[in-house]
């Protein structure tokens, strides 16, 4: 709310980097989320920043917060191969004690991409469908595939969600998810 610091925007545009980063994901079958957790980390482990807490977790039929058996932690008992229909929260985060907390979550579906020369390969579908805060993006901060993503994700949020908005909701809505 309000009008963000340009160090808050840094931050959060880094958390975001990380968010992305995992969301394009495409690695070989036999990856553990220990192996992914360091994607939503290198921009802010470049910049002397981290956070507390593993990148997702997974989310199953009995309804727990936090359910296995996958997950993405930099922790290596969390040793789980992510297999095709896993869903697993993405949610890199930035914690500054006494000032502000930045996390960034959707949901991601794992699903089989190929199985090619390389072997069997899987990838990330985003099925969280919410805007993300672009007042708080330094969009100089992002590269060309960071911006394609995050146009393509709005634009996906809005195609999805409009037709079952009133006009002011649909307004809102394409207020929220412009392209970069």
Do not use: C
């Amino acid at each position: 709310l309000g009008n963000p610091a340009e160090k808050q925007k840094m931050h959060f545009t880094l958390v975001l980097k990380g968010h992305i980063r995992v969301a394009m994901a495409k690695f070989p079958y036999g990856t553990k989320g220990f192996h992914l957790d360091t994607l939503a980390r290198l921009d802010l482990w470049a910049n002397q920043l981290n956070y507390g807490h593993g990148t997702g977790h997974g989310v199953g039929f009995f309804l727990n917060v936090h359910e296995g058996p996958q997950g993405i932690s930099p922790n290596p008992a969390v040793n789980q191969v992510f297999e095709s229909d896993m869903i697993t929260s993405n949610e890199p985060g930035l914690y500054i004690e006494g000032q502000y907390g930045i996390r960034i979550e959707n949901l991601i579906l794992s699903k089989e991409l190929s199985d090619k020369e390389g072997g069997p390969f899987l990838e990330f579908e985003t099925l969280t469908l919410f805007p993300i805060d672009l007042n708080l993006v330094d969009s100089k901060l992002l590269d060309a595939s960071e911006k394609i993503w995050l146009n393509k994700y709005h634009t996906e949020v809005y195609d999805r969600l409009s037709a079952y908005l009133n006009e002011d909701e649909r307004l809102w809505l394409q207020s929220k998810t412009f392209p970069i």
